[in-house]
């Protein structure tokens, strides 16, 4: 499990997490990526598109980590790989209603900036 970021201009950053989003995984990175999704950027990128597995508490951190940044005034998105196991998690749980999910990280960018 890993978590990594680069800021993209002044209102943009983007987060990668890979790995596993089970148990060991979110409790190893959850207070990371609440920390670096607190910065003061507008748009939020995470991409899970190295994501190997999302269990229900990744999830969750995701949520929590989507209302911070939105309660702030920001806006987090999600890129994941079309047909990934992961796009199919957040799809069968309605989380792609709550957080926008896109397949490719140009359209998620200009997505959390708008």
């Known amino acids: 499990m890993s978590i990594s970021y680069n800021d993209i201009g002044d209102n943009l950053r983007r987060i990668v997490v890979t790995g596993r989003l089970d148990m060991p995984g979110t409790d190893s990175v959850a207070a990371q990526l609440d920390t670096l999704a607190a910065a003061p950027k507008k748009g939020v990128v995470v991409d899970l598109s190295a994501l190997r597995f999302l269990a229900s508490i990744g999830i969750r951190a995701l949520i929590v980590t989507a209302k911070a940044v939105q309660k702030r005034g920001g806006k987090m998105v999600l890129v994941v790989n079309d047909g ?8 069968a749980t309605g989380i792609n209603d709550l957080i926008p999910v896109f397949g490719s990280t140009a359209d998620a960018e200009k997505a959390a900036l708008a």
Do not use: A, K
């Not at 990934?84 to 799809?91: F, G, N, P, Q």
């Open 84 to 91: 990934s196991t992961v796009r199919m998690s957040l799809e």
